[in-house]
Nanobody, 116 residues
Framework: QVQLVESGGGWVQVGGSLRLSCAARGSVDSLNTMAWYRQAPGKQRELVATITNDGRTNYAHSGKGRFTISRDNANNAVYLQLNSLEPEDTAVYYC??????????WGQGTQVTVSS
């Protein structure tokens, strides 16, 4: 069983930065993709960014140029650097792990609040 544990959310003013972390605990197959999603109040969960085990990244339009996803394969961890934050970025951010395209795991979510 794999458990994803997130940290790093919080409150920040417009233009500020946060760094989210997610650690996968348990036995994790190396062939996997990790990602961050977010869900704002009253909205559907949406993709923020993905990163494969060999480092290929993909970003949703909303975060391009402002967010950076990275990972540490040795520690089964993924990170999301959030810069130039805007009130529209306020959401619960979720870590996601997909193993061999089959097994899907979610973290419990971490709140990011951007205040103007």
């Amino acid at each position: 069983q794999v458990q994803l544990v997130e940290s790093g959310g919080g409150w920040v003013q417009v233009g500020g930065s946060l760094r989210l972390s997610c650690a996968a605990r348990g036995s994790v197959d190396s062939l996997n993709t990790m990602a961050w999603y977010r869900q704002a109040p009253g909205k559907q969960r949406e993709l923020v960014a993905t990163i494969t085990n060999d480092g290929r990244t993909n970003y949703a339009h909303s975060g391009k140029g402002r967010f950076t996803i990275s990972r540490d394969n040795a520690n089964n961890a993924v990170y999301l650097q959030l810069n130039s934050l805007e009130p529209e970025d306020t959401a619960v951010y979720y870590c996601n792990l997909v193993v061999r395209g089959i097994h899907v795991y979610w973290g419990q979510g971490t709140q990011v609040t951007v205040s103007s």
